[in-house]
């Protein structure tokens, strides 16, 4: 009797014999993971993974900032689909001008700097 509990004692030492290292394994699986967690990332911020990515539309979006000097600035910026040109100062913020969307920022910069030149004159 005591021959057959030696052998059943020792059955299990003996039928683990590893083919591949464990930790390879491990080590595959996590890289598996980490890579499948970063490109799921990468789509949740381009929004492509539909409802989940979707960014929500912005009221005011920022397209040009043009520093005039020190903390004085003029900025380009849509509200509403309207394209309006700000001048930013650290006590007020001013409309300068409403600017059509067929019409580039510089264009209308140069006909208002234009304008003001004529009146000078």
């Known amino acids: 009797m005591t021959l ?4 059943l004692a020792a059955a299990p030492a003996d039928a683990w014999t590893p083919t591949t290292p464990d930790w390879l394994r491990g ?11 970063g490109a799921c990332a ?9 409802p989940l990515g979707r960014r929500r539309d912005r009221l005011v979006t920022t397209e040009i ?26 006590a007020q913020i001013s ?15 140069e006909a208002s700097v234009g304008r003001h030149e004529e009146k000078t004159a």
């Open 65 to 90: 900032v043009a520093m005039l000097g020190e903390r004085r600035s003029l900025v380009v910026a849509t509200v509403e689909g309207r394209r309006l040109l700000l001048g930013v100062t650290p």
């Open 95 to 109: 409309l300068v001008a409403e600017l059509n969307a067929a019409v580039p920022f510089d264009r209308r910069l």
């Open 27 to 37: 080590l595959a699986a996590t890289i598996v993971v980490v890579a499948l967690a």
């Open 42 to 50: 990468w789509l949740l911020r381009r929004g492509k993974l539909g």
């Open 4 to 7: 057959a509990l030696m052998a």
